[in-house]
Each structure stands twice: as C-alpha cells, then as structure tokens.
C-alpha cells in the first residue's frame, strides 16, 4: 500500500500559471519534504516541515512556496512557473528529524513530473 | 559546504560480474544513505549505515562505510539485468540529506 501518495503523477502547465503539486502520508510522520528533481541530476531539498515548523533551504527561489495544512497532507506552490523549473517533484517523509532517526530512511512517494508550456 | 562525490557517474557491464560503486564527502557524516532510482520512478531506500565500519548486505548487493575516511561502497556481485539502475549516496547533515550525483548502471545481459 502505498504511503507517501504524489498527486498528479503528471503534471502541465503554461509558462506563468501557477500550479500546485500535492502530498499526501499514511504514516503519521512529524516531517515532510520536498525536493526538485531534474533529469539525471540528483535531488535537491526544497523545504521541509518539522510538524508545523517550515524550514527553507537558502537556495530556494522565491517562486517556490509550500504550505502544510496538517499532518498529513502538504502541497508545493509554484507561483509563476518558468521552463526551468519543468522537473520531478520528489515528496519525502521521516518520523524524526534525520540527525534524531536511527536507521529510519526517507519515504520517498512516486513523484510528480511537471511539464512547462 | 558539505559535498558528496561518487564514482563512477556511468557504468556499463556484463551480468555475473562483480563492481564497486564508490561515494567519497567532505565533511563528517555519521550516516549514510543508498538509494535506487529507476528511470521515471521515485527513489526506493536500500540501505542506511549509522556507524564506522558498518556492513549491510540485501541480496547482490553489499554496502559499507568508513567514517574516517569518508568513504561507503556499493559492491555488486554477480550482477544481473535486474539491477540496471541509477544507485544514489547521500548524506546526513544535520536534518538534510545530500546526494551524490547519482551512478547510472547498465547491465548487459
């Protein structure tokens, strides 16, 4: 059964429009994140939430807004998509912070592939 | 800055044979992360290593680490097409995970 549920797998959008990229968790995790995938480059951290705690990494553009209404679900804004941000959107969950976890691993879900018009 | 380099990036081979992918960072870590990305799909956890000297074998495939040297393997035994892959490192940094750039295998049957 899958845990970290990704909606839409695919996702399209004209250049400008914003879009929003949803997450939802079965798993009852206190953090969730999100990170930018694009093609054969590693994965980058967006943001994360700490429960209700957002925490952003410093390189993240502006354009690029979440928001973590409870604790399962969190959605990914993109206010006015440019053609480089047509990527994979990877959403992540852990049941601590990292440096708390002993050998839990990141629950990735499937991901949202977003495409830019 | 912390970094995270892995070696190869491409790596063509025949099945049966053994390979070493190798995952060198900068700074000191004390867990590290293996993860499989098939293409188009999402990334599937395969192994964390807490400690130095760490060993963690899941059927052909064997992780280590070695903390003092900054570096974790990724050994391949007897490799089958099942396995082609890209093989990702990351590590633990406070509350954020680093990947390396990824090592894209390609097991020719």
């Known amino acids: 059964d899958a845990m970290v549920i990704q909606n839409p797998r695919y996702q399209v959008t004209q250049f400008g429009k914003p879009v929003t990229l949803s997450c939802s968790q079965t798993?009852?995790?206190?953090?969730m994140y999100w990170y930018q995938q694009k093609s054969s480059q590693a994965p980058k951290l967006l943001f994360h939430?700490?429960?209700?705690?957002?925490?952003n990494e410093a390189d993240t553009p502006d354009n690029f807004q979440s928001r973590r209404p409870n604790t399962s679900f969190c959605f990914l804004d993109i206010r006015s998509p440019g053609l480089g941000d047509a990527a994979m959107y990877l959403c992540?969950?852990?049941?601590?912070?990292?440096?708390?976890?002993?050998?839990?691993?990141?629950?990735f879900g499937d991901g949202t592939r977003l495409s830019i018009l | 800055e912390l970094k995270v380099e892995q070696n190869p990036l491409f790596l063509s081979m025949q099945e049966g044979k053994n390979y070493t992918i190798y995952c060198n960072y900068s700074?000191?870590?004390?867990?590290l992360y293996w993860y499989r990305q098939d293409p188009g799909k999402s990334l599937e956890s395969l192994f964390v290593?807490?400690?130095?000297?760490a060993v963690k074998q899941e059927g052909r495939l064997m992780a280590s680490l070695d903390t003092k040297a900054r570096l974790s393997t990724l050994h391949i035994t007897a490799a089958v097409h099942d396995l082609s892959a890209t093989y990702f490192c990351?590590?633990?940094?406070?509350?954020?995970?680093?990947f390396g750039k990824g090592t894209r295998l390609h097991i020719l049957p």
């Open positions: 992540a969950t852990s049941r601590a912070l990292l440096v708390d976890t002993s050998n839990q691993p990141q629950h």
């Open positions: 798993l009852n995790h206190n953090v």
């Open positions: 939430y700490y429960d209700k705690d957002f925490n």
């Open positions: 700074t000191t870590s004390d867990r």
């Open positions: 290593l807490l400690s130095n000297g």
């Open positions: 990351a590590v633990n940094r406070d509350d954020k995970i680093i």
